[in-house]
C-alpha cells in the first residue's frame, strides 16, 4: 500500500511540474517579447516599453546654464536650447545584454539601449541648478523624450553595427513611431568619439565602466 502511495505522490510531482514548465514558458516568452525592439515594414521601429525594469546604467547631464551653444532650434530658428542635451539622460539596458557586456567587453547582436529623458527641475539660478534641503544643486524634473540605439550588424553595417533613433525631445506623450536618424545627428558623434567601446558612452556608466558587477 505504501509503495503504491508513494507512486501516486511522485507522478503527482511530476505532472505539477510539468504544468509549471507549460504554463511558465509562455509568460517568460512573453516577457522576452516585450522588451525587444519592433521593427515596422517601412523600417521604422516603434516606442520601447517596460525598459523601465531594465538595468538602470547611469544618467548624464549637461545643463543649459553651464552651455553657451545653440542647439535643437525648430525650423523658425526659435526655442533652441543652449546645451546639445539639456536633459538627464537615464540609461536602460536589458540584464542579459549588460551581463554579456561585463564579461566580453561588448554588447550582443539585438541589444537595445534606452535613453529616456528628464528636464532638471525648474532652475532658478543661471547655472540651471536650485536649492533643495539637501542642498543647491541639479534635480529630475518631467520626462522630455526617449532615444534609442540598436546593434543590428545587418541592418546598420555601414555605422559600426548601430542604428540609432528617437521618439522625440519633448514633454509626454512621445513619438509612438521612429526613422533611423541621420549619420550627422546621432552616430557620426559616437563614430568619432566612441568607437573603441562599441559604439555607447561608457565612461558615463559606472557598472559597465568599471566591471564591478551588481
Known amino acids: 500500500m505504501q509503495k503504491h502511495l508513494l507512486t501516486i505522490i511522485v507522478g503527482l510531482g511530476l505532472t505539477a511540474s510539468a504544468v509549471y514548465l507549460l504554463v511558465a514558458k509562455p509568460v517568460a516568452a512573453a516577457q522576452a ?69 561585463l564579461k566580453t567587453g561588448e554588447f ?42 540598436i546593434k543590428d550588424s545587418k541592418r546598420f553595417a555601414k555605422t559600426n553595427n548601430w542604428g540609432f533613433f528617437t521618439f522625440g525631445h519633448h514633454p509626454l506623450p512621445y513619438d509612438k513611431t521612429s526613422a533611423e536618424r541621420p549619420v550627422s545627428e546621432c552616430a557620426g558623434c559616437h563614430i568619432a568619439n566612441v568607437a573603441n567601446t562599441d559604439m555607447t558612452w561608457i565612461k558615463f556608466y559606472p557598472l559597465l565602466r568599471d566591471g564591478q558587477g551588481y
Open 33 to 101: 517579447e516585450q522588451s525587444s525592439v519592433v521593427f515596422n515594414a517601412d523600417g521604422t521601429v516603434q516606442l520601447p516599453t517596460g525598459f523601465r525594469k531594465w538595468v538602470f546604467v547611469g544618467a548624464p547631464l549637461t545643463p543649459e546654464g553651464l552651455n553657451d551653444g545653440k542647439y535643437n532650434c525648430n525650423v523658425s530658428g526659435t526655442n533652441c536650447t543652449k546645451s546639445n542635451f539639456p536633459e538627464y539622460h537615464h540609461v536602460y539596458i536589458e540584464q542579459k545584454n549588460v551581463d554579456a557586456y
Open 108 to 149: 550582443p547582436e539585438g541589444t537595445v539601449i534606452v535613453k529616456e529623458l528628464t528636464r532638471v527641475l525648474n532652475p532658478t539660478f543661471p547655472d540651471s541648478s536650485r536649492k533643495e534641503p539637501s542642498g543647491r544643486g541639479y534635480f529630475n524634473g518631467a520626462y522630455n523624450g526617449i532615444d534609442m540605439s
